[in-house]
């Protein structure tokens, strides 16, 4: 079906010339006997059933002069005959008809053939209207249908729109659940893998640590004892080479272990009291002697407004203040090293605090500032060569000032000196807040039973080590292989302290640790312990482990040991230990 546009239906209502040719028919059906002959203002001529000739003068005439009057004008037709001119202004058009009734004279205005014929020109004037009025009903009737039909179309074609929009939003919103359902589930395994290698690399790097730290204290305990014996020049600076050179190795390998165990997010800081005072100064002492042997002095200042006693890691804020007052050695051939800390301001508690360590050393060219702070990255390539070091130093303090809240960052003059400085929020401790360890040390520290010492150790090599060490102190060793062996031990034996390796096969440190706390406990087992049973307080166990993690050490105490040392013993911290928890 062609449909019928508004543009169409609008054109059928307005033809006038249907109008008139309408009008026509209407007045010849109710003047039968009449010709005629409609003339519209345009001069188009429409012609009845019985059309009345007229000769184009004459019609000219009669148009012009019924423009110029209400009433009927008077005509000749071509035969002769009376005709007679109207002007329709509704049409508008000019009527010329002739009917024999009609007399030429009949015609003046106000006769009855006038009147009689002005009314049947009304009339059909009044049809035809009428008729146009049905036309246009019958058309506004149509008009209406194909604008309910179009409604209806668009009804029907937005609804099947809106069909076809909600069963797409409906398969769009299947797909994307789906869809985030498969990430969701990849990305939950590759969570599970993450975390499946992140504890792989944590592992490793326990093992490592525990592998690399056991022959480590073998070559630098060795060489340590090796360089006291009675040996000639040569071999004495061998073993002193020996020495310096696994000294190094053993700081390497730390600071690789550090690193490795910071970038995988591993590295946690403690957060126990500490004495700053001590900590600055015992770095400040650490560097006296070289320093002075170099002709350079060390200074510190603690502003007076910081409190001694400090919430946080101190180890690992003694490692930064090493790394930094050691590298200013390092690059410094006379004047003076100063560690400062001052009082920056005091917030919500906390004291805002500036460390500095300030050289006059050689200092760094301002176009390597940022780039030491790189892992192995030094300032200039002659650096290693000269002075030694691996580039790795800066790089763990920048990650460990970073986990303390600050930023390390560094002003320098060639040849005039570097100052390294780093602005971190400090909380003083409370009073009675001792950290656990210094605890478990105050109460059971002198235990009174004599000089002898368990030391429980598998590997031979370590164990001659850690025997000439405690021998050297002053002390008395026994020997046990395992934790098994160590009970055996204390079933016959009394000892003042047990020195106790963590990992060993058969019995492990911790275990026997465990086992010694339960039968200590127990006063029906104690008694088949010669060397528990006397006791009044518990023995004094101190783990010995190449794990240097804060959670060993935190193992170590929960399995009930007293103190702890990391492999390779240093002597010092030995000697340290062994004053604090031996009988005098
Ligand atoms: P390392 O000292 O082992 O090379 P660091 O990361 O500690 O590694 O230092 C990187 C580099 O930064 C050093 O090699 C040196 O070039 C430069 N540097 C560090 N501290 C100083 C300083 N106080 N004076 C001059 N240069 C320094």
């Known amino acids: 079906m062609t449909e019928s546009t508004f543009d169409d239906i609008f054109d059928d209502l307005i033809d006038p010339n249907e109008e008139r040719q309408n009008f026509l028919s209407i007045f010849e059906a109710l003047l039968p006997e009449a010709s005629t002959l409609l003339v519209s203002e345009a001069g188009v001529l429409l012609a009845g059933a019985r059309p009345l000739a007229l000769a184009p003068s004459e019609r000219e005439r009669l148009v012009r002069e019924t423009g110029a009057t209400d009433g009927f004008v008077a005509g000749e037709a071509e035969n002769g005959a009376h005709c007679q001119a109207v002007y329709l202004a509704n049409l508008p058009a000019v009527l010329i008809f002739s009917c024999a009734a009609v007399r030429k004279d009949d015609l003046r205005s106000g006769s009855t053939s006038a009147s009689l014929l002005r009314n049947t020109i009304d009339l059909a004037l009044a049809r035809q209207e009428r008729e146009m009025l049905v036309a246009d009903h019958e058309q506004a009737v149509r008009q209406i249908s194909i604008l309910q039909q179009q409604h209806g179309k668009l009804i029907e074609d937005n ?45 490793f790097l326990a093992n490592m640590s525990h592998e690399l730290r056991t022959p480590m204290n073998a070559i630098i305990g060795f060489s340590e004892l090796l360089s006291e014996a009675p040996l000639s020049e040569e071999h004495l600076d061998y073993a002193r080479t020996i020495s310096q050179a696994a000294a190094s190795l ?50 510190c200042r603690i502003d007076s407004r910081i409190p001694r006693r400090i919430m946080g890691d101190g180890n690992r804020l003694r490692q930064i203040l090493i790394n930094l007052t050691g590298n200013a050695m390092k690059f410094t051939e006379h004047g003076e090293i100063d560690i400062l800390i001052d009082h920056e301001q005091e917030a919500s508690g906390r004291i805002v605090s500036r460390f500095s360590v300030r050289d006059s050393g050689i200092g760094i060219p301002a176009d390597r500032v940022e780039a030491i702070f790189e892992k192995f990255t030094q ?26 809240g600050g930023n390390l960052a560094v002003t320098s003059e060639v040849g005039k000196g570097s100052t390294f ?8 401790a409370p009073a009675e807040n001792l950290p656990l360890r210094e605890q478990q ?19 031979v090599v370590n164990q001659r080590l850690a025997s000439i060490l405690v021998t050297r102190q002053g002390y008395e060793v026994e020997v046990a292989s ?49 060397g528990l049973r006397a006791r009044q307080q518990p023995l004094a166990i101190v783990g010995l482990t190449a794990h240097a993690r804060k959670e060993d050490e935190a193992a170590c105490f929960q399995a009930g040991m007293n103190g702890f040392l990391t492999k390779p013993i240093v002597k010092a911290k030995l000697a340290v230990i062994l004053s604090e928890m031996m009988p005098s």
């Open 159 to 203: 609804y099947r729109q809106y069909q076809l929009n909600q069963d797409r939003e409906k398969e769009y919103a299947r797909k994307l659940e789906s869809e985030i359902a498969m990430q969701t589930a990849e990305l939950r395994e590759a969570n599970v893998r993450l975390e499946e290698i992140s504890r792989l690399k944590s592992d």
């Open 250 to 299: 053993l700081t390497l390998i730390n600071d690789i272990l550090d690193l490795a165990k910071i970038e995988a997010g591993k590295l946690e800081l403690e957060h126990l009291p500490f004495d700053l005072t001590e900590v600055v100064g015992n770095v400040a002492a650490m560097f006296k002697i070289p320093a002075r042997e170099k002709g350079v002095e060390v200074a």
């Open 379 to 404: 300032a200039d390539g002659s650096t290693t060569r000269k002075y030694g070091g691996t580039g790795l130093g800066l790089a763990i303090c920048l990650q460990l000032v970073e986990l303390m």
């Open 421 to 428: 400085y780093f602005v971190i929020p400090l909380e003083e």
């Open 441 to 459: 040390e105050a109460g059971l520290g002198k235990t009174g039973c004599g000089g002898r010492i368990l030391l429980v150790e598998d590997n």
């Open 482 to 530: 395992d934790g098994a062996e160590a009970l055996e031990h204390l079933r016959h034996q009394t000892f003042a302290l047990v020195l106790m390796d963590v990992q060993m096969p058969n019995m492990d440190g911790m275990e026997a640790t465990r086992r010694i706390r339960a039968i200590e406990a127990d006063p029906a087992l104690r008694h088949d312990y010669v």
